[in-house]
C-alpha cells in the first residue's frame, strides 16, 4: 500500500514537471528534475529518451551522452552505454581546447576513455585530430547537424 501511495505522488509530481514544461518551455532544470524521477519510478526508456531530446538540443551534449551512458551501463544495456561514451568522447573532442581543459570537461573525458577500449579512444581521437586540422586549414567549423531546440536559461536576478 505504501508504495502506492509514494507512486502517486510520483506520478503527481512527474505531471507536475510536464505541466512546468507546458507553460514554461523547455527548461533544462526541468528536464533534469523529470529523468531523475523517471529512474526512481524505474521508467527507465522515458529516462533515456529525455537524455536523449537534451544531448540533441544541447550546444555541448557530451554530459547528456555521459549520463545516458551511465544509466544504460546501470541497466546492463553495455552495447548501448559503450556507443553513448563514444558520442561523449567524441562530441567533447570537438570543443575548442580552452573548452576541454576545464576540470569538469576533463573529467568527463577521462571517464569516457576509461570506459571505452583503447582501439576504440584511438580512432575517435585520430578523427577528432583530422577535424581539427581540417578547421585550421580553412578557418571554418563544420556545420552542426540540425538547428538546437531553444532552451531558455534560467538567470538570477
Given at each position: 500500500l505504501q508504495r502506492r501511495v509514494v507512486s502517486a505522488h510520483?506520478?503527481?509530481?512527474?505531471?507536475?514537471l510536464e505541466e512546468g514544461l507546458a507553460r514554461l518551455g523547455p527548461l533544462i532544470a526541468l528536464h533534469i528534475e523529470a529523468v531523475e524521477l523517471e529512474q526512481v519510478m524505474?521508467?527507465?526508456?522515458?529516462?533515456?529518451?529525455?537524455?536523449?531530446?537534451?544531448?540533441?538540443?544541447?550546444?555541448?551534449?557530451?554530459?547528456?551522452h555521459a549520463r545516458r551512458a551511465?544509466?544504460?551501463?546501470?541497466?546492463g544495456q553495455a552495447s548501448d552505454a559503450g556507443m553513448a561514451w563514444e558520442e561523449t568522447l567524441a562530441s567533447s573532442l570537438?570543443?575548442?581546447?580552452?573548452?576541454?581543459?576545464?576540470?569538469?570537461?576533463?573529467?568527463l573525458i577521462a571517464e569516457a576513455r576509461a570506459s571505452l577500449p583503447a582501439t576504440t579512444v584511438?580512432?575517435?581521437?585520430?578523427?577528432?585530430?583530422?577535424?581539427?586540422?581540417?578547421?585550421?586549414?580553412?578557418?571554418?567549423?563544420?556545420?552542426?547537424?540540425?538547428?538546437?531546440?531553444?532552451?531558455?536559461?534560467i538567470r538570477a536576478p
Open positions: 510520483w506520478e503527481e509530481a512527474l505531471q507536475g524505474g521508467r527507465t526508456d522515458a529516462a533515456l529518451e529525455r537524455l536523449s531530446t537534451l544531448a540533441r538540443s544541447a550546444v555541448h551534449p557530451a554530459p547528456w551511465r544509466l544504460l551501463a546501470a541497466v570537438r570543443r575548442p581546447a580552452s573548452r576541454r581543459s576545464t576540470p569538469a570537461a576533463a573529467s584511438a580512432r575517435i581521437e585520430r578523427e577528432a585530430a583530422a577535424r581539427q586540422a581540417a578547421v585550421a586549414a580553412t578557418g571554418t567549423e563544420p556545420a552542426r547537424p540540425g538547428p538546437p531546440a531553444p532552451f531558455r536559461q
